[in-house]
């Protein structure tokens, strides 16, 4: 219960950084989670965020799952709170706003200069999960075959991982 | 905050209720990702609460905030049809099903987390997470670079976390700005015509 607080702090954080998702933020989430707070082991934290990726609606509800881990229910919906809440008024804010910036020149800039750097931060984010989350011949070749699966069919990506869960049980015992 | 702003062009009667149920009900069906394209199944194409260069107009502006797409597209959408009451109703709607669902992934973890055959599932999971978002990622960014600039800052980004250890809010402020300065107005061959072809290939 006396990790509550800091639950708020960390995830309220965390949100700001979430610029193009949920994957920006991840390299920081890494080092509070776990180098700072000790709340979870890396492990730990690779597991939860991907099982984040299967659930419906925002994927990035496993902070709720952090929380839970941490200080219990009260600790998940803290961490939804703090989470979803603080950008959420954010863009509400911005979306009352926005169309009257219409005309304003630096509104494309803003628009065009954050979507590399949105994308960058992705990457690097993957990278940092992937260094992790993929070593040794199986888990390669699953993050392989689910990358070409995505990139060539259509199949529902939440299939391709319960796959690599089935792949998984069998082959990484 | 601006309650109930008149930025709806035309005025839509729909109830908060019925938003609610049309966020409740793709909070609880988008399994796998892909948010907005269920998004726009729904909003776009079923219910017709949007056009298709609105919800584009909304796409851009949910990407340059932070927070996620499928959470501030609720929060614009809702906000298009009925003000901040709108907002909170698809916001709520969007997030409902998975905070209960993961709450309850928590719990199973606790218990079962620790069992060898539950690991070694959850490490394929891991790394079949890590293909796929990668193909999201290139995806976006097939349909996002088109020039010097945009290859630019993605890799000052990429390097600024994982060769030079900066942390998050640092590259995001720094190399932020400075792509922003790049894309600054009246800069001539800075403003390629908008696209979001990539919007579109997702249904």
């Known amino acids: ?173 | 905050m601006e309650p109930q702003t008149p930025a709806a062009p035309t005025s839509r009667p729909v109830s908060i209720l019925a938003i609610f149920s049309v966020f409740l009900q793709i909070g609880a069906t988008s399994f796998g990702g892909g948010v907005v394209a269920y998004l726009r199944n729904a909003l776009v194409k079923k219910k017709k609460w949007l056009d298709d260069t609105e919800f584009l107009e909304l796409m851009s502006l949910s990407n340059t905030l932070p927070g996620l797409n499928a959470t501030n597209m609720s929060i614009l959408a809702g906000q298009r049809l009925r003000g901040w009451l709108g907002a909170v109703a698809a916001m709520l709607g969007m997030c409902l099903p998975s905070l209960v669902l993961m709450i309850a992934a928590g719990i199973a973890y606790g218990e079962e987390g620790s069992r060898p055959l539950v690991t070694a599932a959850l490490r394929g999971v891991a790394a079949a997470a890590t293909g796929l978002i990668a193909a999201t990622w290139f995806q976006i960014g097939k349909k996002t670079v088109k020039g010097f600039y945009d290859g630019f800052f993605i890799l000052a980004a990429i390097l600024g976390i994982n060769y030079f250890k900066l942390s998050v809010p640092v590259v995001l402020l720094s190399v932020g700005a400075l792509s922003i300065f790049a894309f600054r107005p009246h800069k001539p061959g800075a403003h390629p015509k908008e696209d979001h072809a990539w919007i579109r290939s997702l249904q």
């Open chain 1, 1 to 173: 219960m006396d990790q509550i607080p800091a639950i708020a702090r960390v995830f309220a954080y965390l949100s700001l950084l979430t610029i193009g998702g949920g994957m920006a933020a991840f390299p920081e989430m890494k080092n509070l989670v776990i180098d700072v707070h000790h709340w979870l082991t890396y492990p730990q934290l690779i597991h939860i965020y991907s099982v984040g990726q299967i659930s419906p609606g925002p994927n990035m509800m496993m902070v709720a799952t952090i929380g839970e881990r941490v200080a219990g229910i009260p600790g998940a919906l803290v961490a939804a709170i703090a989470f979803f809440v603080p950008t959420g008024i954010l863009t509400l804010f911005v979306g009352g706003l926005w169309k009257r910036l219409e005309n304003w020149p630096w509104r494309s800039s803003i628009q065009k200069g954050l979507a590399p750097v949105a994308i960058g931060l992705a990457v690097a984010g993957l990278i940092t999960f992937g260094r992790t989350a993929v070593t040794g011949w199986v888990t390669v070749a699953v993050a392989l075959l689910v990358f070409a699966a995505s990139m060539r069919t259509r199949l529902n990506p939440a299939l391709l991982i319960l796959g690599g869960a089935v792949v998984g049980a069998f082959a990484l015992r």
